[in-house]
Nanobody, 119 residues
Framework: VQLQESGPGLVKPSQTLTLTCTVS??????????WGWIRQPPGKGLEWIGY???????YYAPSLKSRTSISRDPSNNQFSVQLSSVTPEDTAVYYC????????????WGQGTQVTVSS
């Protein structure tokens, strides 16, 4: 399984950030997995953003829920995250990853993509 993030590297404050994860080697509609987004701000630890299930249900971190939307495109085996009203505090490396429904382990990750929020 391979995951690849894509999206803009630079976003202006107050804009909406959209990132897409393209999955190969496995279907995002397989019932044994969820598909998530995680980020790591500079000098800080990993922060869970949310995930989307094989059926399309979504789950978000409470701290980001009001600004986050995760969606999917099964026809292209992709899922995306939108983060609205971004600030410089949203600057981070953003990762997409696969999460097993049993055990909850994120077992496959994308390489990550740097997103900088700056005017």
């Amino acid at each position: 399984v391979q995951l690849q993030e894509s999206g803009p590297g630079l976003v202006k404050p107050s804009q909406t950030l959209t990132l897409t994860c393209t999955v190969s080697g496995g279907s995002i509609t397989t019932s044994t997995y969820y598909w998530g987004w995680i980020r790591q701000p500079p000098g800080k630890g990993l922060e869970w953003i949310g995930y989307i299930s094989y059926s399309g249900s979504t789950y978000y971190a409470p701290s980001l829920k009001s600004r986050t939307s995760i969606s999917r495109d099964p026809s292209n085996n992709q899922f995306s995250v939108q983060l609205s009203s971004v600030t410089p505090e949203d600057t981070a490396v953003y990762y997409c990853a696969r999460k097993a429904t049993i055990g909850g382990i994120y077992d496959y990750w994308g390489q990550g993509t740097q997103v900088t929020v700056s005017s």
